[in-house]
C-alpha cells in the first residue's frame, strides 16, 4: 500500500519542487491589497519580496482549512493508498486543526503530523520524511520517526530590520525605532512550536557571532539528518557572509551548504535581510 505525503507552503516549498519531491503541496494564500495568491504556486519568493518592499502594508496570509485537505485527502485516498500530513505549527495557525479535522473522514487514512515548526525548519522534517518514504516504511512507522525527530529540529535566525515586526503589530514604534538607531539585530528562534527572540546585538557583524554561539551551543549539528540555511530578501550576500565566517561550524559537512529563500509566512515578518540556519541537533536538549 503505498504512502503519500502531503506539505502545507508555510515550508517554503514550492509547486516545482513539491513535483520533484514527490510530494503534494498545498498552498497558503496571500493577500496584498484586494489581489490574493497561492503561495508557492502563482507567486514566487523573489516577487513575494518584491511586493513586500513596495508595499506599506503588510499582506495578510491565510491557513489551510478543513475542505481544502478533504479534497486532497480524497484524491490521494481514491486508489487505497494511505497519507501522512506535515503542517507548520499548530501554535502559529489553524492549518493543523484543520488538517485534522478532515482526517477524521477518512478511517485511519490519513496521519496528521505537527511539526511544530514553519519555513525552513518544517522544510527539513519533510525531507527527512521523503527519506523515510524512499525506504518503503510504513504511515505508522513513518509518524513514529517523525514525531520523535522533529524536537531535535533547531531553527535560529538573526534579522536585519525590526520594522516588519514594528509593522505587525510584535513590536511597538518606539522600540523599532531605538533599534534601527542602535542598529540592533535580534536573533529568533522556534521554541515549542511558537516563535520566541531569544538574543539581540548590535551590528550584523556582533549579530554574526551571536549567532554562531547559538548554534554551537544547541547540541551540534548531526550532518547525517536534512541541514539547510535561508536569506530573505532579493539576493543572499548576508547569508554568503555569515557562512564564510562560520565555516568552522559546517566542517563536518563534506558538500556544499543548501541554501534557500524565506517565503512568505515568515518573510512576511521578519522583512528582508535575514539569514537562518535549520537543522537537527545531536542530542536533544
Known sequence: MAVKLVV???SDIDMQEAEALGVHMIPMSIQFGDKTYADGVDLSRREFFEKLIESDELPTTSQINMFQF????????GDGSEVVVITLSSKLSGTYAGAVSAASSFSGKVHVVDSLNVCIGERILIQYAVRLLEKGISAGELVEHLEEAKHRIKLM??????????????ISAVTAAAGTVLHVKPV???VEGEVKMIGKA??????????MQLVSKSGGVDFTMPYVTAYSG???SLLQKYLKDSAVLWEGCGEEIPSYCIGSTIGTHVGPGAIAVAFFSQKLN
Do not use: H, P, V, W
Open 188 to 190: 529568533i528562534s522556534i
Open 157 to 170: 535566525a538573526l534579522l536585519g530590520t525590526l520594522e516588519y515586526l514594528q509593522k505587525g503589530g510584535r
Open 234 to 236: 532579493l539576493e543572499d
Open 202 to 211: 548590535m551590528g550584523s557583524k556582533k549579530g554574526n557571532n551571536l549567532l
Open 70 to 77: 478533504e479534497e486532497c485527502f480524497r484524491e490521494l485516498t
Open 8 to 10: 502545507d507552503s508555510a
